[in-house]
Nanobody
Framework: QAHLAESGGGPVQTGGSLTLSCAASGFTFDAFEMGWFRRLPGPGRDREFVAGIRWAGATQYDTDDVKERFVVSRDNAQKMAWLQMTNLNPDDTGTYYC?????????????????WGQGTQVTVSS
């Protein structure tokens, strides 16, 4: 059974850094693209795309701001993906999810993803 487990979230001050990890099991990891999404605080919020990485390593980021501060990576042999986040600010506060989509899927569309982790909380204080 497919399983994704995020770790590495927690409290951090503005300007700090965190690296989120995603451990995959139960499916052929290199047959899937990997994405990172977040759900910001507040009622009715949808998960929004943050960054993604294709099975062969091509990356995509939501905005230039994210691209300047975050790095998405993966290791197919280890069945792991990471999201390195630097220069964090309170607007980055939220629950971060890793997800897996079959290869050649859209990275930005959450509907592409068939497997999701439970999420890890990131809280950035000012």
């Amino acid at each position: 059974q497919a399983h994704l487990a995020e770790s590495g979230g927690g409290p951090v001050q503005t300007g700090g850094s965190l690296t989120l990890s995603c451990a995959a099991s139960g499916f052929t990891f290199d047959a899937f693209e990997m994405g990172w999404f977040r759900r910001l605080p507040g009622p009715g919020r949808d998960r929004e795309f943050v960054a993604g990485i294709r099975w062969a390593g091509a990356t995509q980021y939501d905005t230039d701001d994210v691209k300047e501060r975050f790095v998405v990576s993966r290791d197919n042999a280890q069945k792991m993906a990471w999201l390195q986040m630097t220069n964090l600010n309170p607007d980055d506060t939220g629950t971060y999810y890793c997800a897996a989509a079959p290869v050649y899927s859209s990275l930005t569309n959450p509907e592409s993803y068939s497997h999701w982790g439970q999420g890890t909380q990131v809280t950035v204080s000012s």
